[in-house]
């Protein structure tokens, strides 16, 4: 099936559909060249497309037969030196959505073909041009929407990931073969690697991949958005504060307690940071069934939520009523992976400081006016700083959950591998293991792969890349 994909020559729109000022069709595989120097007609009558150089660009039309298509640009780059690793080319036409279909249907009646989603990195891979975890990474890197998951993306497509995961599989690689030559040598007897040492190691790549492992929650809250529950009673401006904080008026606003009886959600980038804001219903005793629905899928965005804002009225809670009121969010108060944050709304309406304004400010504490928008920016700023304004530029993280599961399946082999050298197993059992560690890693980075791997991966990806 994968040679059969390398042997055709396929094309594609590059760009969104659409109108717009210019649209890039791609095309790549053996017959780009010659399909495209039978509709292309060069301005300057000496240049020769199919003797052309690699990454040039040349102007001219597309014609069909007689008739004028339209006036283009080609961009040439040719094997090995392109994207795909195979002879691209890619036509830089005007956005007419007309033109952008006559032009394809011109190329499809040269025996090329429409390319499938992902198909022109699936064949970057195919030919070498990187590894499976830098391609899941250009998708990531077009889909990326904040600073923090656009850096996560570069550098994993960068090879920062792969460089790490290769570095553990030569340690395993090495390892097995000593272990498999001891099993040339079985009836001498002979040990070709410490069983102390060989443990130390095995200890080392163990916390390594823990490591790896670890930083999956950050990575994936980085990558899909910090989770961020906007809880409280009824009635004490969640929805309000919802839509100061995206400048919209995102969720209904009502003085009748229980309006939001379902969650509202929506991100916003701040500070390089992708934050996904959850308005929730009013927690209370519910007065019918469909709000206590609502109450329901609250407390379940409070168990996803990575940081919490409890909004409170400034004029009718004191700082006893609010502490009261916690204790419901004993785990969220008290756990390590969550942040609580106090929002004491209705400001505007605030005649004298709200009773216990001092044990407040012990606490993360923000008072805000949601219906006049006032001190709104503390209430983000406050955000960065329980995030710590995470730094990754150097750091290993992972983000795909494709890769946490062969980790964890990883870090699952290595453990059986030192609990037999623990219990004195066979040298072939610790060989097994070993090779099991090497197939986990390796289908990470593609070494180890099939079809039915590369078409889930590479479906995900937009046509055209």
């Not at 960068?158 to 498999?180: A, H, M, N, Q, V």
């Not at 005793?285 to 899928?297: D, H, L, P, Q, R």
């Not at 609010?322 to 969220?332: G, H, P």
Request: aromatic residues 6%.
């Amino acid at each position: 099936m994968l040679k059969e994909i390398k042997s055709e020559t396929i094309c594609a729109l590059a760009t969104p559909p659409g109108i717009g000022a210019i649209a890039i069709i791609r095309l790549s595989g053996p017959g780009t060249f010659s399909v495209c120097n039978e509709i292309f007609r060069p301005h300057v009558r000496k240049t020769a497309l199919l003797k052309a150089k690699s990454h040039t660009i040349h102007y001219g039309s597309i014609m069909d037969g007689k008739e004028l298509v339209d006036e283009v640009l080609l961009s040439l780059f040719r094997t090995p030196h392109s994207y795909t690793g195979e002879d691209v080319i890619e036509i830089s036409c005007h956005g007419s959505p007309y033109i952008q279909q006559r032009i394809l249907e011109l190329l499809l009646s040269k025996e090329v073909r429409l390319a499938k989603p992902g198909e022109f990195t699936l064949r970057a891979f195919l030919n070498g041009k990187f590894d499976l975890s830098q391609a899941e990474a250009v998708a990531d890197l077009i889909k990326s929407r904040s600073g923090a998951s656009h850096t996560l993306a570069i550098q994993q497509m960068r090879g920062g990931f792969s460089k790490k995961i290769s570095e553990l599989r030569g340690k395993l690689i090495d390892l097995t073969s000593l272990i498999e030559l001891e099993l040339d040598f079985s009836e001498e007897e002979v040990e070709f690697v410490d069983r102390s040492d060989l443990m130390l190691l095995l200890k080392a790549i163990e916390n390594e991949i823990s490591s790896l492992i670890k930083s999956f929650s950050l990575g994936n809250v980085l990558k899909h958005g910090i989770p961020v529950a906007i809880i409280g009673k009824p009635n004490v401006g969640k929805s309000t504060i919802l839509n100061a904080i995206l400048n919209e008026e995102r969720a209904i606003v009502s003085e009748i307690p229980g309006t939001t009886r379902d969650t509202i959600e929506d991100t916003i980038v701040i500070g390089g940071y992708s934050f996904r804001f959850i308005d929730t219903a009013g927690l209370r005793a519910a007065e019918n069934k469909i709000e206590s629905i609502g109450i329901e899928k609250t407390w379940k965005k409070i168990g996803e939520a990575s940081i919490i804002l409890y909004v409170f009225d400034v004029r009718e809670d004191s700082f006893d009523d609010v502490m009261e009121a916690l204790k419901e969010f004993r785990e969220v108060t008290e756990s390590r992976t969550k942040h609580l944050i106090l929002v004491g709304n209705k400001t505007d309406k605030l005649k004298v400081l709200p009773t216990g304004f001092k044990q407040f400010v012990e606490y993360d504490t923000v008072f805000v006016s949601g219906k006049r928008k006032e001190n709104i920016h503390l209430i983000a700023e406050t955000l960065l700083k329980k995030i710590g304004k995470t730094e990754i530029q150097g750091e290993v993280i992972i983000s795909n959950t494709r890769h946490f599961e062969a980790l964890k399946k990883t870090l699952q082999s290595i453990r059986e591998i030192y609990r037999g050298i623990k219990s004195n197993v066979s040298t072939d059992l610790l060989s097994t293991d070993i090779r099991k560690a090497l197939y986990h890693l390796g289908e990470i980075t593609g070494e180890i792969t099939n079809d039915e791997i590369l078409s889930n991966i590479f479906n995900r990806f937009c046509i055209g890349k």
